[in-house]
């Protein structure tokens, strides 16, 4: 059995850094939806009908990228953004370029999910697929990447927020429970393809053994 040492200095304060960075990006995610939500309100939540996703439009397929940004009411960014934050720092804290691939396939993922099987003449906002996704996402990411610490993780997310699989299933109208199931699904699928890839370590060949010969004893 390999063991796994700890971290060196180097290694802990790049870690460090990098939460860092996680803690603003979710800072500024947070940010720009609720600046979002301000100019979608004062117009009368215009925005979500222009910018929403509309089942199986093809020319509401771009929409796929500005959905997430958009809410339909105060209530509905109310209780995305703790979820959001929480998740999103999770799934970002680990290094943040992953985290931006993750969130690509998480948006495209749950935004064709949406197209595809949401009902007709629906249109689709929320960054809800998201937050599912994060979800999927930190519950997974340890087995692949095969961190103690990230398993832990994931099952105290899973454990701790157990209600939020209740989303995954239909339920009342209104909600989308199609970006939820997607969003959940890319992100288990973004456990595996941002897997952390280990090289692995060549041991040296063994040395040739050294011949020794008795010095010739004296008559």
Known sequence: MKERSLPSGEEAQAMIAEARKALWVMVGFLAVIWIVQIVNWATGYRLSFDLGIES?????????????????????????????????????????????????LIIVGSGLGVWFVAGANTITVGASGVVLGYFGYIIVRGLFDRRPIDIVIGLVMALCFAYQFAALLPAEEGISWQGHLF???????GGWVFRERRRKQVEPAPADPTVTLDPPKQP
């Open 183 to 189: 969003g959940f699904a890319a992100g288990v699928i």
């Open 56 to 104: 199986r439009d093809v020319s509401s397929l771009p929409e796929i990228f500005t959905a997430p940004f958009l809410h339909g009411s105060w209530g509905h960014i109310e209780g995305n953004s703790g979820p959001l934050f929480i998740f999103g720092f999770l799934a970002a804290y680990r290094g943040v370029r992953r985290f931006f691939g993750v969130t690509l």
